[in-house]
């Protein structure tokens, strides 16, 4: 990861708009079972076959949304494949419903994506039959508070109204995380919201909520907004104190810094970051996986004009998925891509 990552807000928001509108379309109930198992070619093949493929994404004002309508547009025009996108509640939710096949590719936290091929967390007692077709870039954990509040570190956080994101979402677990790390359980001390980020940045604007806890990439469209509409009147929290429990807990965590010119903030913010992951079910064909691993970073340039988060895109870290095991398919598309 790098400092030099420094978009302004107002260009990356725009683009989201622009490019993803058309890319995103509703859940669908079933998939094509070509597209999810496929039927293409030998075990050398890498060569999608013909059918539908849906994604499950995030938050519409998150860069899940935005990178996988834009995922959706790149594999529709260059595939036999038609793919579609969809809004959800991101990572757990995601994986849940990838494993009951009503997606066919879905955006996770590692973090989350762990616990799902181990059986913790969210998935205890049970582990999800899920590969990974690559890792792609990292989130930031962006904990934003109103300056009123008094919070200036997570232990602060008891007794107040704090957003940890939409149910069954990544946001979700490694807010519940931050919040044990700080000595205090989010069920007792922390007046949890469970709101998305759209719900989440209102309720900071109209002062019905002390802060929140988002995991997304740089930048967020909605934390845009809020720093945007808010100015002076938030703040980021530095939660590296945090990080070595947190680590204790999954060793995928790092530190790293939201840039100032991120979101026009007055000095760079410490935070904490975790990578995504794009997983899959453990039966799609190799050809589709090849195919889709391949086409990810072959189209880089285009997924980079939906969202610069796209630039962490680098084949020589799409391998780095454990606990998660690559695909098969993907394995051989990253091998050939060197």
Not at 96 to 106: F, T
Not at 274 to 282: A, E, F, G, I, Q
Not at 290 to 305: G, M
Request: a neutral charge.
């Amino acid at each position: 990861m790098s400092r030099n990552r420094i978009r302004t807000a107002v260009l990356a928001t725009a683009t989201i708009t622009a490019l993803t509108l058309t890319g995103c379309g509703g859940k669908q109930d079933r998939t094509s079972d070509t597209a999810a198992t496929g039927a293409s070619g030998g075990a050398n093949d890498c060569t999608a076959s013909a059918g539908q493929i849906t994604i499950a994404t995030g938050n519409s004002t998150g860069v899940y949304y935005a990178l996988g309508g834009g995922l959706a547009q790149v594999i529709s025009a260059n595939t036999e494949l038609k793919a579609t996108a969809a809004e959800t509640g991101a990572s757990v939710q995601n994986i849940q419903q990838l494993v009951d096949k009503k997606y066919d590719i879905a955006f996770s936290l590692a973090d989350t994506a762990a616990d799902a091929v181990t059986g913790k967390g969210a998935f205890e007692g049970k582990t999800a039959d899920v590969k990974a077709l690559a890792r792609i870039y990292s989130n930031y954990t962006q904990v934003v508070v109103s300056k009123k509040s008094g919070i200036t570190k997570v232990e602060d956080f008891k007794g107040k109204r704090i957003s940890t994101g939409s149910p069954k979402s990544g946001t979700e677990v490694i807010a519940n995380r931050l919040i044990q790390a700080a000595g205090l359980d989010p069920a007792k001390d922390v007046s949890a919201q469970r709101l998305d980020l759209t719900k989440t940045v209102d309720a900071m604007k109209d002062g019905s909520i002390d802060g929140l806890v988002w995991s997304g990439g740089l930048p967020t469209g909605g934390i845009t907004d809020l720093m945007t509409a808010m100015k002076d009147d938030v703040q980021f929290v530095d939660i590296t104190p945090l990080l070595p429990k947190l680590k204790d807990v999954n060793p995928v965590y790092a530190e790293d810094v939201i840039p100032a010119a991120t979101y026009g903030t007055p000095a760079d913010a410490k935070t904490v970051v975790v990578p995504n992951v794009l997983l899959v079910r453990s039966d799609m064909s190799d050809a589709n996986a090849c195919a889709l691993t391949k086409l990810i970073f072959d189209k880089k340039a285009d997924l980079e004009k939906v969202h610069p988060a796209a630039k962490d895109l680098d084949p020589a870290t799409a391998k780095e998925s454990d606990p998660v095991e690559l695909h098969p398919g993907s394995k051989k598309a990253l091998d050939d891509l060197g």
